[in-house]
């Protein structure tokens, strides 16, 4: 009968846990949904419009979120992402405010119930999610599932005179890693902002978002339109690629691949020569695209569309006579030019 009890306790746990989670076994999700203002394509929302994930607060993380917005016309001072995917966002395009106020800045987002090694993501550490962040004027403190962060954070929050902090320059750019109150099913992040006037905003990004048993790290580039081989799969989309190595004992450890895309340089543009003359090698009427290795060791694609005018024939009158001694005048009258690709003008 004893044994009996703890085989149902043990199914009893596993179907509560499957009950919170949409997923059953997987990994974390990309770490893109995690940037502010990306557009989930690689490119950033344009200003003035609603972040996809973040939603933001005033004075009270529980107070009324509503979606954050992507901020367009930055103070000078503000760093500029070199990422494409992006940018900063606020309570409004401006984020213009007055007096001191703590901001929230909130998102939700799912865990599956287990990794694909089969460790619960209610176990501590399982779940790691790094984090670069800027803020004007620092950030206050992070929440994990209502959990504050700062205390497993070496105290590099909150900073001291948090609203008086250069926290829009890169200087005051802070890295975090969260790996603790995380949990099967949904989770939410909370990062505070504490800002005085006359503007806020924040902006994330994701640097890493690992499972547990991460065994070997990889990071590389490849050129627009190639793919990265990784096992006996090709690897097209930028970002983590999370791929769990097994052996007949079972699941023993997991690859994570940062890939980076490098976007093909192209150019295109249009040239007319004279009847007779050559361009780049060419002196017939076309479209030619020349292919070159550019210094990022990627194909650079030229363009270029050539057409040809013919010489002008003047129209003189073949019937003309003149006596000896005497001159006469030509006139050839207007040109008649063509173009062997778009007839006669």
Same mark, same amino acid.
């Given at each position: 009968?004893?044994?009996?009890? #703890?085989?149902?306790?043990?199914?009893?746990?596993?179907?509560?846990?499957?009950?919170?989670?949409?997923?059953?076994?997987?990994?974390?999700?990309?770490?893109?949904?995690?940037?502010?203002?990306?557009?989930?394509?690689?490119?950033?929302? $344009?200003?003035? !419009?609603?972040?996809?994930?973040?939603?933001?607060?005033? =004075?009270?993380? &529980?107070?009324?979120?509503?979606?954050?917005?992507?901020?367009?016309?930055? $103070?000078?001072?503000?760093?500029?992402?070199?990422?494409?995917? %992006?940018?900063? #966002?606020?309570?409004?395009?401006?984020?213009?405010?007055?007096? =001191?106020?703590?901001?929230?800045?909130?998102?939700?987002? =799912?865990? $599956?119930?287990?990794?694909?090694?089969?460790? @619960?993501?209610?176990?501590?550490?399982?779940?790691?999610?790094?984090?670069?962040?800027?803020?004007?004027? /620092?950030?206050?403190?992070?929440?994990?599932?209502?959990?504050?962060?700062?205390?497993?954070?070496?105290?590099?929050?909150?900073?001291?005179?948090?609203?008086?902090?250069?926290?829009?320059?890169?200087?005051?750019?802070?890295?975090?890693?969260?790996?603790?109150?995380?949990? *099967?099913?949904?989770? /939410?992040?909370?990062?505070?902002?504490?800002? @005085?006037?006359?503007?806020?905003? #924040?902006?994330?990004?994701?640097?890493?978002?690992?499972?547990?048993?991460?065994?070997?790290?990889?990071?590389?580039?490849?050129?627009?339109?190639?793919?990265?081989?990784?096992? &006996?799969?090709?690897?097209?989309?930028?970002?983590?690629?999370?791929?769990? #190595?097994?052996?007949?004992?079972? %699941?023993?450890?997991?690859?994570?691949?940062?890939?980076?895309?490098? $976007?093909?340089?192209?150019?295109?543009?249009?040239? !007319?020569?004279?009847?007779?003359?050559?361009?780049?090698?060419?002196?017939? *009427?076309?479209?030619?695209? =020349?292919?070159?290795? *550019?210094? /990022?060791?990627?194909?650079?694609?030229?363009?270029?569309?050539?057409?040809?005018?013919?010489?002008?024939?003047?129209?003189?009158?073949?019937? *003309?006579?003149? %006596?000896?001694?005497?001159?006469?005048?030509?006139?050839?009258?207007?040109?008649?030019?063509?173009?062997?690709?778009?007839?006669?003008?």
């Amino acid at each position: 009968m004893k044994y009996l009890v #703890i085989c149902f306790s043990s199914l009893l746990f596993y179907s509560n846990l499957s009950a919170q989670c949409a997923v059953q076994t997987g990994l974390p999700p990309s770490n893109q949904i995690f940037n502010t203002a990306s557009n989930g394509l690689g490119g950033r929302l $344009p200003a003035n !419009s609603q972040d996809h994930n973040w939603q933001v607060t005033t =004075d009270s993380i &529980n107070g009324t979120y509503t979606p954050a917005i992507v901020m367009g016309n930055l $103070p000078p001072d503000y760093y500029v992402s070199i990422w494409h995917d %992006c940018t900063w #966002i606020s309570l409004d395009q401006s984020g213009a405010h007055f007096h =001191d106020h703590l901001f929230f800045y909130k998102m939700n987002f =799912d865990l $599956p119930c287990f990794t694909p090694c089969g460790k @619960s993501y209610n176990d501590e550490g399982t779940f790691c999610l790094s984090l670069d962040l800027l803020a004007d004027n /620092s950030i206050y403190e992070i929440y994990v599932n209502s959990v504050p962060q700062s205390a497993n954070l070496d105290g590099i929050i909150p900073v001291n005179d948090p609203y008086h902090a250069v926290g829009e320059d890169i200087k005051g750019k802070v890295s975090v890693s969260l790996c603790h109150n995380w949990k *099967a099913g949904n989770n /939410s992040i909370v990062v505070a902002v504490a800002s @005085s006037a006359p503007e806020t905003g #924040i902006l994330i990004q994701a640097s890493s978002v690992f499972p547990d048993n991460v065994s070997t790290y990889l990071q590389d580039s490849i050129c627009e339109g190639q793919s990265y081989r990784l096992g &006996n799969e090709n690897i097209t989309q930028k970002g983590y690629t999370f791929r769990t #190595i097994q052996t007949s004992t079972g %699941c023993d450890s997991t690859v994570v691949l940062n890939l980076t895309i490098k $976007p093909k340089a192209t150019s295109s543009f249009d040239q !007319s020569i004279c009847e007779g003359q050559s361009y780049l090698g060419h002196s017939v *009427a076309g479209t030619y695209t =020349d292919t070159f290795v *550019a210094t /990022s060791g990627c194909d650079s694609i030229r363009t270029l569309h050539l057409s040809v005018v013919s010489k002008p024939q003047p129209q003189l009158n073949a019937a *003309a006579t003149y %006596c000896e001694g005497d001159s006469l005048i030509l006139l050839p009258g207007n040109f008649l030019l063509h173009s062997t690709d778009a007839g006669p003008s």
